[in-house]
């Protein structure tokens, strides 16, 4: 599917929080959204998914217009998954199959049909089934995210918007979450649209990188294309490169070598690096 916004801005009372964005979303990739504080990524994310009725501009899914209602406001697009960042404002069911199974019970789905996407999806987000009848304030804060997730990976969609998915996880619960929504994204061409302050994470695990400032789209980049050729555009938005970038830059400088590296991930930069540094030739 491919998703496409032409001229869209969101006003809320009097401040605009979204400004003439036009866009498109390619399905199978990971698409990271980054910007500073009030930069517009949530307002972004809520337009895609329907959340907000009241939107000025275009908004197509695969060439067709999304509905709007009478009044000419959207309506929510429920073939996306959101994932929002706070998961105990998603989480309201009393043990967990209940909020696994909530969605897919509004949505006809037979016993047998929930019984067999819980034991699909549990293991895609690292779970265990002897959590099913536990409530979610008995969970610790990186299960409750992952029953969020779960619950909405259990309506199978196509793109999946979460936004800040790994605040307050510590970094071992990160980088395991990371993995389990890579490998999940990329089985069956799926699209995530990753909403996060985590430059490492978003140099490691994004395909692209969508640039938010004071409401507008600044940029719309490869990833490696951004965070290795696009230095002066971050530090002008007060942006911070990535720690292997960092690395990378700071052995360029004292070795005084242009060094090429094939992307700005983590052990593509180490490979790199390692041996000037190891040779002491910077
Ligand atoms: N419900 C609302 N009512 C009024 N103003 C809002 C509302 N939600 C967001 N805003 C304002 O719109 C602007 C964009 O907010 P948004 O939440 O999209 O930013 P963000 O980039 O996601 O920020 P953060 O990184 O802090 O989550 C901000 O100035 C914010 O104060």
């Known amino acids: 599917m491919v998703y496409q916004l032409n001229n869209v801005s969101v006003h809320y009372a009097n401040q605009v929080a979204l400004q003439n964005v036009s866009c498109t979303i390619q399905e199978g990739k990971w698409i990271s959204v980054i910007g500073q504080t009030g930069a517009g990524k949530s307002t972004f994310v809520k337009v895609l998914k329907g959340l907000l009725p009241s939107v000025d501009g275009d908004y197509w899914i695969d060439q067709e217009p999304i509905p709007r209602d009478a009044k ?18 998603q989480c309201f069911e009393t043990s967990v199959y209940k909020e696994l199974a909530f969605a897919p019970k509004l949505h006809g789905y037979s016993q047998q049909q ?26 610790s804060g990186g299960q409750l995210r992952r029953v969020a997730i779960a619950s ?54 994004s395909d692209e990188v969508m640039v938010f400032h004071e409401g507008y789209l600044r940029g719309h980049y490869a990833t490696s294309t951004l965070f290795l050729e696009q230095t002066q555009l971050l530090a002008k938005l007060g942006l911070s490169l990535p720690e292997p970038v960092q690395l990378l830059k700071l052995v360029e400088e004292l070795s005084g070598q242009k060094i090429k590296v094939a992307s700005c991930r983590e052990q593509d930069i180490i490979d790199k690096v ?9």
Not at 166 to 193: E, F, M, Y
Not at 274 to 282: D, F, K
Request: with cysteine.
């Open 274 to 282: 390692w041996p000037i540094w190891h040779t002491r030739s910077c």
């Open 72 to 89: 000419g406001q959207l309506k929510v697009v429920p073939d996306i998954g959101y994932v929002f960042q706070y998961p105990e404002h």
């Open 114 to 139: 929930i019984t067999k996407s819980i034991e699909k999806i549990l293991p895609q987000v690292g779970l265990s089934e002897e959590l099913l009848p536990l409530a979610p304030f008995q969970l």
């Open 152 to 205: 909405v990976l259990m309506m199978d969609p196509k793109l999946l918007i979460l936004d800040e998915p790994t605040a307050g996880l510590d970094p071992v619960s990160r980088t395991a979450l990371l993995q389990l929504l890579k490998h999940w994204q990329q089985q069956d061409n799926r699209t995530i649209l990753f909403v996060s302050h985590q430059m490492n994470d978003v140099a490691e695990y």
